[in-house]
């Protein structure tokens, strides 16, 4: 169940940690199984509710989680949770959730939405960090590719504090979402550092799609401008040595050029 493949195969995913698996509830996840460990085990082996002394700086995620797991609640030893928690710190819960079928289609953007496309996006750590800043700068959406994208990896669950969960997300092959996109009337801002058109001077109001692609290659020939939908191609200034920044930076960049155009578009 660590393995990209074998969720895939089974339709279920793995979310460690209390407040993350508060999200995918309030998400509207179905949990199979949430497992507890060291006294909150204990007591829900014996089908009892943690007691106020159990309690840590996140009770009201583990209060949230207690409450709402129902008989998907199973007590387990510490030396389980050791076992099945995800890398070497343990957060006193894992929980299986049967996989979300969240595809274009199950979308619902306002007309005029700000959405965040990761093209070929490989690192977890970094998609996880992506959703963290469309989280945080108010994007309505992510879309990523290829379709085979994983958004519910363990360490991008981790990265992104459950926003993976908490923001609207689909996975989709390029062209199948460029043809979502501009049926909908999106603009397309792909993020090229070949570009001579430098962000302060991008218009991101309105509906639009900004595209960043991986640290690594960029987008290379990917999201080009073709008779069906235009590619505005825009880069970040860059004052230093260094002709690229981190992909998750490079998102929250453009998110908040994108939030503050918005803002003062609206006052």
Same mark, same amino acid.
């Given at each position: 169940?660590?393995?990209?493949?074998?969720?895939?195969?089974?339709?279920?995913?793995?979310?460690?940690?209390?407040?993350?698996?508060?999200?995918?509830?309030? +998400?509207?996840? *179905?949990?199979?199984?949430?497992?507890?460990?060291?006294?909150?085990? @204990? @007591?829900? *082996?014996?089908?009892?509710?943690?007691?106020?002394?159990?309690?840590?700086?996140?009770?009201? $995620?583990?209060?949230? %989680?207690?409450?709402? $797991?129902?008989?998907?609640?199973?007590?387990?030893?510490?030396?389980?949770?050791?076992?099945?928690?995800?890398?070497?710190?343990?957060?006193?819960?894992?929980? =299986?959730?049967? +996989?979300?079928?969240?595809?274009?289609? =199950?979308?619902?953007?306002?007309?005029?939405?700000?959405?965040?496309? &990761?093209?070929?996006? =490989?690192?977890?750590?970094?998609?996880? +960090?992506?959703?963290?800043?469309?989280?945080?700068?108010?994007?309505?959406?992510?879309? &990523?590719?290829?379709?085979?994208? *994983?958004?519910?990896?363990?360490?991008?669950?981790?990265?992104? &504090?459950?926003? %993976?969960?908490?923001?609207?997300?689909?996975?989709?092959?390029?062209?199948?979402?460029?043809?979502?996109?501009?049926?909908?009337? !999106?603009?397309?801002?792909?993020?090229?550092?070949?570009?001579?058109?430098?962000?302060?001077?991008?218009?991101?109001?309105?509906? %639009?799609?900004?595209?960043?692609?991986?640290?690594? !290659?960029? &987008?290379?020939?990917?999201?080009?401008?073709?008779?069906?939908?235009?590619?505005?191609?825009?880069?970040?200034?860059?004052?230093?040595?260094?002709?690229?920044?981190?992909?998750?930076?490079?998102?929250?960049?453009?998110? !908040?050029?994108?939030?503050?155009?918005?803002?003062?578009? +609206?006052?």
């Amino acid at each position: 169940m660590r393995d990209n493949r074998a969720r895939r195969k089974s339709g279920r995913i793995l979310v460690d940690g209390w407040r993350e698996t508060q999200q995918a509830i309030q +998400a509207g996840l *179905d949990p199979l199984g949430i497992y507890v460990a060291g006294d909150r085990g @204990a @007591a829900a *082996d014996a089908g009892q509710s943690a007691s106020p002394q159990t309690a840590s700086p996140q009770s009201g $995620a583990e209060r949230f %989680v207690i409450d709402a $797991a129902g008989g998907a609640l199973v007590g387990v030893s510490t030396a389980v949770m050791q076992k099945i928690a995800y890398g070497q710190s343990e957060r006193g819960v894992v929980a =299986e959730f049967a +996989a979300p079928r969240w595809g274009l289609a =199950e979308l619902r953007l306002p007309d005029s939405g700000l959405i965040l496309v &990761l093209d070929q996006i =490989e690192k977890p750590g970094n998609i996880g +960090a992506a959703f963290r800043c469309a989280d945080a700068a108010g994007a309505d959406a992510v879309i &990523l590719c290829p379709a085979a994208a *994983d958004r519910f990896n363990p360490n991008a669950i981790r990265n992104s &504090l459950g926003a %993976v969960f908490s923001v609207p997300s689909a996975t989709a092959d390029e062209a199948d979402a460029r043809s979502w996109l501009s049926a909908r009337g !999106y603009r397309l801002c792909a993020a090229r550092v070949e570009s001579s058109r430098p962000l302060w001077q991008a218009d991101l109001t309105g509906p %639009v799609a900004i595209v960043i692609g991986s640290e690594a !290659y960029g &987008l290379g020939d990917r999201w080009q401008s073709d008779p069906q939908s235009a590619v505005d191609a825009i880069r970040i200034p860059m004052a230093g040595t260094v002709d690229s920044l981190n992909a998750s930076v490079s998102a929250a960049v453009f998110l !908040y050029e994108a939030a503050r155009q918005r803002e003062a578009t +609206a006052g």
